[in-house]
């Protein structure tokens, strides 16, 4: 995503995925062997798992998820890695830390956006899709190879700026797990799960969430009867 001039975007706090320059060699051989070994997926009622960056939680602009909370929210991918005119079918894989591998068509802006001077990039992939947070690359158009960490991003909220552009990427979720990793290097260690979100939230760790989609059925509303 981008701003107008003057109006630079925060830029969410370090998430698994957001590389240092000498990094970026290791993760995109990383991702280029998980591509080989892994069938990308198109379904899009599959679980995610969903990074929640420490910061955002300090400050209360992310609220603390809850096990079998439901909430609306469009997980966005921080770009990490970048492979222009990827050929192949489209699709996603992501691991159980919320790290994901897609191919697929990177829209400039979704329609309705209130601000022209400001587009939200959109990966269209397998049928799903994700706005992108463009973190240390430059935004590409078009078919792409995108590696990154999927993230939640309050900026994207419903009635924010973006959040309304990117209306078409958000749907209904049910929280089935947290978990925390520890970071080690580059790679971080595998998760274990926790009961709740730690307050304060450690800046040293990951904090994933698991995502299932709902379905009108899965609600716990139901609609008025006539």
Not at 33 to 52: C, I, M, N
Not at 53 to 72: D, H, I, T, W
């Amino acid at each position: 995503m981008r701003r107008p001039a003057g109006r630079p975007r925060r830029r969410p706090v370090r998430v698994a995925g957001d590389l240092e320059r000498a990094d970026r060699r290791r993760w995109e051989a990383a991702l280029a062997a998980a591509r080989a070994a892994e069938r990308l997926s198109t379904d899009g009622d599959e679980e995610l798992a969903v990074q929640l960056p420490p910061p955002f939680l300090e400050s209360g602009a992310l609220p603390r998820l809850v096990v079998g909370e439901e909430l609306e929210v469009a997980p966005a991918i921080f770009v990490a890695a970048v492979t222009p005119a990827v050929p192949g079918a489209s699709g996603w894989s992501i691991d159980e830390i919320g790290l994901v591998d897609a191919i697929g068509t990177v829209l400039t802006s979704l329609p309705g956006g209130a601000d022209p001077a400001s587009p939200v990039s959109v990966l269209d992939t397998g049928g799903r899709l994700f706005p992108l947070f463009w973190s240390g690359t430059a935004p590409v158009e078009g078919r792409t190879g995108i590696g990154g960490a999927l993230y939640l991003d309050p900026d994207l909220a419903p009635g924010t700026e973006h959040g309304e552009v990117v209306a078409l990427c958000r749907r209904r979720y049910r929280v089935t797990g947290l978990l925390r990793a520890s970071r080690n290097g580059w790679a971080p260690s595998p998760p274990v799960e926790i009961p709740s979100v730690p307050d304060p939230p450690p800046a040293d760790a990951v904090l994933v969430a698991r995502l299932r989609p709902l379905g009108v059925r899965d609600t716990t509303a139901f609609p008025p009867l006539d």
